[in-house]
């Protein structure tokens, strides 16, 4: 089975600028989720997308958004990039229908944004 | 709000050494408790889970404790090797409508030197 998939691995982009990410969930995975890491930090929530619908939102400013396709493959856009931007972005999938407590959250490898 | 400490930040050990990793969490109400393993630059890979009603869970080397009423958790690790070197990071998923939302916290870094 194959695993979480990310596009692009790597991106740089500069200020101002909008950015796109794709997340390709595990076969069968309806839930994914979405998390910035930095050193700063560390990692925070940034949303969680089930069947197409927002069920969860981290505290971040509007400029972050997403969507989830009918095939569940998400997509995360960040407008008007910042300095303080530059991050490992990982997408997590999990099947989302399983009791709560019981279920894992399965990781991609990440896109790292650089913004300059 | 949530917040989870590890302890300690960073630790070197020699190889063959058993050594315990702790997580310490605010708030008990949650559904459970991960943690992961993450190499420099990678993603996250789930090492054990424990839901709120278990008190530990257990993969070959590994063993997890979990007392949600203190809100702490350990994470064992058994004749260290050096391939164990990595960050490793606890997460909680707390309860109510807290879809996908995992709390971590910023990890310990673990070097095991030949």
């Known amino acids: 089975k194959a695993g979480v998939t990310q596009t692009p691995r790597y991106l740089i982009k500069t200020r101002g600028q909008q950015v796109t990410l794709s997340c390709s969930p595990i076969?069968?995975?309806?839930?994914v989720s979405w998390y910035q890491q930095t050193p700063g930090q560390g990692l925070q929530f940034l949303f969680e997308?089930?069947?197409?619908?927002?069920?969860n939102k981290g505290n971040f400013p509007g400029r972050f958004s997403g969507r989830q396709f009918s095939n569940s493959r998400s997509e995360m856009n960040v407008s008007t990039l910042e300095l303080g931007d530059s991050a490992l972005y990982l997408c997590?999938?999990?099947?989302?229908?399983?009791?709560?407590?019981?279920?894992?959250?399965?990781f991609g490898p990440g896109t790292r944004l650089l913004v300059l | 709000k949530q917040e989870v400490t590890q302890i300690p930040a960073a630790l070197s050990v020699p190889e063959g050494e058993n050594l315990v990793l702790n997580c310490s969490f605010t708030?008990?109400?949650?559904?459970?408790l991960q943690w992961f393993r993450q190499d420099p630059g990678k993603g996250l890979t789930s090492l054990l889970l424990?839901?709120?009603?278990?008190r530990e869970q257990t993969s070959g080397r590994l063993n997890a404790s979990l007392d949600k009423s203190s809100g702490r958790s350990t994470l064992y690790i058994a004749a260290s090797q050096p391939g164990d070197s990595a960050t490793y990071l606890c997460?909680?998923?707390?309860?109510?409508?807290?879809?996908?939302?995992?709390?971590f916290g910023q990890g310990t870094i673990l070097t095991v030197h030949p």
């Open positions: 997460a909680v998923l707390a309860g109510g409508t807290s879809y996908g939302k995992l709390t």
């Open positions: 424990i839901q709120s009603s278990q």
């Open positions: 997590a999938s999990s099947s989302g229908t399983l009791a709560a407590g019981s279920e894992t959250q399965y």
């Open positions: 997308y089930f069947s197409e619908t927002q069920r």
């Open positions: 076969s069968g995975h309806r839930s």
């Open positions: 708030d008990s109400a949650i559904y459970n």
